[in-house]
T-cell receptor, first 110, second 114 residues
Framework: QKEVEQDPGPLSVPEGAIVSLNCTYSNSAFQYFMWYRQYSRKGPELLMY????GNKEDGRFTAQVDKSSKYISLFIRDSQPSDSATYLC??????????FGPGTSLSVIP | DVKVTQSSRYLVKRTGEKVFLECVQD?????MFWYRQDPGLGLRLIYF???????EKGDIPEGYSVSREKKERFSLILESASTNQTSMYLC?????????????FGSGTQLSVL
């Protein structure tokens, strides 16, 4: 079983839709949970960062962590064509290496 | 604007060649990393460094080495390139701290080994 699993998609939604992206993990020691966004032919950029369980909101983006289920989510409200990218979940335990999911490819259609 | 700069965007090399990938960051970050990214496999850590002249193996160090002579520069070396090293290589840096969650990435080098 991989440490971090993520549906690769591709996911295609109409503009304005609510998008839900998810990852599951197996290592209960993970405490830091991140979402990175990667545009085509670019490096990933940090989008959201959450410590431990709970929700975090930033504009149209909401990150959720459920440690009891080992499940994290990223919600995008009012999705825009500029949100079309690959979204990578990532997590780590204390000062340790970051483990990335394989990424979900998202297309938002105007 | 903070930056991680990778010297080449695209590289084509022959099997057996020695390949140097250069990475420079201007954020005075302590930590630097080299990842490779392959479809379906995500990002895999090759090597990292928490200080000048210090290096640590990541998950897939075989066939690679690194050099960090200056704080801002972290080089990845493929000693004898092979076709299975065809990949996107990403350099990243992060500030000193308890975690490495805030990684800043370069734009990547797409390496093709023929």
């Amino acid at each position: 079983q991989k440490e971090v699993e993520q549906d690769p998609g591709p996911l295609s939604v109409p503009e304005g839709a609510i998008v839900s992206l998810n990852c599951t993990y197996s290592n209960s020691a993970f405490q830091y949970f991140m979402w990175y966004r990667q545009y085509s032919r670019k490096g990933p950029e940090l989008l959201m960062y959450t410590y431990s369980s709970g929700n975090k909101e930033d504009g149209r983006f909401t990150a959720q962590v459920d440690k009891s289920s080992k499940y994290i989510s990223l919600f995008i409200r009012d999705s825009q064509p500029s949100d079309s990218a690959t979204y990578l979940c990532a997590m780590s335990a204390s000062r340790d290496k970051v483990i990335f999911g394989p990424g979900t490819s998202l297309s938002v259609i105007p | 604007d903070v930056k991680v700069t990778q010297s080449s965007r695209y590289l084509v090399k022959r099997t057996g060649e020695k390949v140097f990938l250069e990475c420079v960051q201007d954020m005075d970050h302590e930590n630097m990393f080299w990842y490779r990214q392959d479809p379906g496999l995500g990002l895999r850590l090759i090597y990292f460094s928490y200080d000048v002249k210090m290096k640590e193996k990541g998950d897939i160090p075989e066939g690679y080495s690194v050099s960090r002579e200056k704080k801002e520069r972290f080089s990845l070396i493929l000693e004898s390139a092979s076709t299975n090293q065809t990949s996107m290589y990403l350099c990243a840096s992060s500030p000193e701290g308890p975690t490495n969650e805030k990684l800043f990435f370069g734009s990547g080098t797409q390496l093709s080994v023929l």
